[in-house]
């Protein structure tokens, strides 16, 4: 047994140029310091990647990471992170999925997997325990990614094996190329394309050990009183079990800050068309939960008449309703569905692949764009079949989809005519359904926040549900708001627990209850300053790291929309974010965290104090 409850102990390197396994222990000191997850991961490539290479060059790694509750019974215990520096950003990029995968790994005798090197051809790698083999995948090459797990799945002899994959997306390098296992996706960042610049297709893995905990009895009382409080929160134990994530959709609406129209406005005038309550009603057969989840959010759908008939989605949650509907203009929910399983099957990020679309559908509709521009399809918004067309063209990076491939940052640099003023993108990454500009603690976490325009950093929960220190419209408090957020999510990520537990967990920093689950699994016994600091630690080594790539407080900004064009319409009419006033912001951030004003870099001072000495070193030479 290893020294802490919970962990396996030690981490597997696959390194494909010389196809060879081997192993790494988890020290008794990264354990500590850095929980799991997140932490492992920034800290494993921080350590390991040298500043400024290209992110499909041989010298990117990827890493898989576990928490120290996979593989328990803990509620929500099926998380996994992949993370990998970022062909969209150019920075740290953790990324995250739920169902089975995870757990899986733990039960090989793993932590995570660190990924190095490159195959001169396509390759997958089984694991089974101790046992780890190369394998040719040139006849997987090309193919979906739920094909891919099917016939992996046949071959190998074991519909049980668990199997995470890239699909055409990935293999074409597409920037916003997810990681599949089953039918979850590690949407952002693109790290579905760093693996496939590695020629790396898939991994599948079996285990058959234990997770050990240090007592049993401690953690099973734990665990009673974690449940009862899932099943009885209001969110978690009746909103999310009826109608998953999607029931957040009219919410949006109701606030006036459901990006629509590639963000022209924040008001969707057929919100009830696709609305989770629509979706129940109209395709949703059964609910399904992830590993040792009872809150089962997911929606199992199936499009039974229409243009659509005969879409099977394990979905679409919220994020993918926004993108492919409200963003595009499009007003139905089963061409939500198809849209989905296309991205999927393609492996392509979900939120990014709709905004690329919404981009592309301004572009058509102010005359950037015409139909020998976009192959001839008719990309305005609304148009649901050439939502489609565009998924297949950016799939197979045919067409105007080399373009789009590219994110709408590179695209907009490459097309020119103005259209870099209509980029959803922060940092290089396509902004998610949650609205900067309607609710200004999470406008200030996204524009600090490590991974650009993710609702994953920073959080809008309690702004939107009211229950943020102050109001989402006043800046009064903000910076405060989201460092607690980042906190929040940091530790989450680290632990690899969902983020529909965070009104269990707490909204706010590291709470006792965070505290609680990792103490219980690991008996580390460590108190909530230690644990709190394990937080910071971690997210001031992710800005190192992106400091070190030359990321600093210039980039610490939103799109140009969102900072110059206040929301023409709807409850949240007249918000935005004026340059002067998110400076303001910024510095006392900086103050908050310990970061130089001037730069955004953290000081050597705040390094050395959380024990990043060797940061510290780099970044103060």
Known sequence: MYEYGGYAGKFLRLNLTQRKASTVPLTKEMARTFIGGNGFAVKILYDELKPGIDPFSLDNKVVFANGPIQGTIIPTAGRNVVASKSPATGGFFD?????????????????????????????????????????????????????????????????????????????????????????????????????????????????????????????????????????????????????GTPGVTTVQNELGVLGTRNWQTEVFEDVEKISGKVMREKMVKRDKGCMACPIRCTKMSFVESGPYAGTFDEGPEYETIFAFASMC????????????????????????????????????????????????????????????????????????????????????????????????????????????????????????????????DARPTAERIGKAPTDRKSIEGKPEYAIGTQHSTTMQDSMCVCRMTEGIYGLFGVTEEHLAAVNVVTGMNLTLDELAMCAERIVNLERAFNCREGLGRKEDILTHRFMNEPIPDGPSKGMYWPSEELEKLKDKYYELRGWDKKTGIPTKQKLEELGLSQAAKDLYK
């Open 329 to 456: 203009g499009i007003p139905s929910i089963e061409a939500v569905a198809k849209a989905d399983r296309l991205s999927d099957e393609y492996g392509l990020d979900t939120i990014s692949m709709g905004a690329v679309a919404a981009f592309a559908m301004e572009c058509y509709e102010k005359g950037i764009f015409s139909k020998k521009d976009t192959d001839g399809i008719d990309i305005k918004f609304g148009n649901d079949s050439a939502l489609m067309e565009l998924i297949h063209k950016v799939g197979k990076r045919e067409g105007i989809g080399d373009l789009l491939a590219e994110g709408t940052t590179r695209a907009a640099k490459k097309i020119g005519k103005g259209t870099e003023k209509f980029d959803s993108a922060i940092k290089g990454l396509e902004n998610a359904g949650h609205s900067p500009r309607g609710m200004k603690g999470f406008g200030l976490g996204v524009a600090t926040g490590t991974r650009g325009g993710s609702h994953q």
């Open 95 to 243: 990324s995250y999925g739920g169902g089975y995968w995870g757990p899986e790994l733990k039960y090989a005798g793993y932590d995570g997997i660190i990924v190095e090197g490159k195959t001169d051809k396509p390759t997958y790698v089984t694991i089974n325990d101790d046992d780890v083999e190369f394998k040719d995948a040139s006849h997987l090459w090309g193919k979906f990614t739920f094909e891919t797990q099917e016939i992996l799945k046949k071959e190998l002899g074991d519909p049980k094996i668990q199997v995470t994959c890239i699909g055409p997306g990935g293999e074409k390098l597409v920037r916003y190329s997810a990681v599949i296992w089953g039918a979850r996706a590690a949407g952002r960042g693109g790290i579905g394309a760093v693996l496939g610049s590695k020629m790396l297709k898939a991994i599948t893995v079996r285990g058959s050990k234990d997770v050990i905990v240090p007592d049993v009895d401690a953690f099973k009382k734990y665990y009673d009183g974690l449940f009862e409080k899932i099943i009885s929160n209001p969110g978690t134990g009746q909103a999310l079990p009826a109608l």
